[in-house]
């Protein structure tokens, strides 16, 4: 399931990668200023505001609070898109979990290790982790700077590669892979040759 050393292509769609911070918007939803501020002790304080305050005039974007952790993450972003640096800043990741963390049974466990659940990724013996599974139901974008090579833990085959698409596929779509795996593997190998 897992290359020798990391793909050489570099970020790939089935890359691990470490330290990733993983999180969604607090409720209620709580918006703060735009830049941080010095109190009169010299502490940082965020300013709280009942509206989105925009960065810029030609910024919209805003601060809002949220809550996660700094976790593992599977790279789910096609190689294609990963490949064109200027026109995609974001990299979509899931989540991953040790299988431990499932306490609800061993049936469970087995289920999710096994690929019979379409919303979990099962990831064998991931190098230095051991057997976890990604969350497709926690898929969130990241700007893709916040990762270098050093953040890369390991890279998936191709074989492992044509499988989570399939997964991807059951999951967004509940479509049995088995009527577009030769149309996967066709794709997957015009992909090797560019």
Request: aromatic fraction near 4%.
């Amino acid at each position: 399931m897992w290359l020798q050393a990391l793909n050489a292509r570099g970020l790939s769609q089935g890359d691990i990668l470490k330290d990733v911070p993983i999180g969604a918007t607090r409720v209620p939803l709580t918006f703060v200023s735009h830049a941080v501020h010095l109190d009169r002790r010299q502490k940082n304080i965020w300013t709280q505001y009942d509206a989105l305050q925009p960065i810029a005039p030609d910024d919209p974007s805003g601060h809002w609070l949220a809550k996660g952790r700094i976790m593992h993450a599977l790279v789910l972003t096609h190689n294609c898109d990963l490949d064109d640096i200027k026109d995609s800043e974001r990299l979509l990741v899931a989540p991953i979990s040790h299988i431990s963390r499932v306490t609800s049974s061993d049936v469970d466990r087995q289920r999710i290790m096994q690929g019979a659940r379409a919303t979990y990724v099962p990831l064998r013996d991931v190098p230095g982790i051991g057997d976890c599974y990604a969350d497709l139901r926690s898929i969130c974008p990241l700007d893709r700077h916040l990762f270098s090579n050093g953040s890369r833990i390991c890279s998936m085959t191709d074989d492992a590669v044509l499988i989570l698409r399939a997964q991807l596929i059951i999951h967004f779509t509940g479509l049995e892979p088995e009527h577009l795996a030769e149309a996967m593997k066709a794709q997957l190998a015009k992909e090797n040759q560019s």
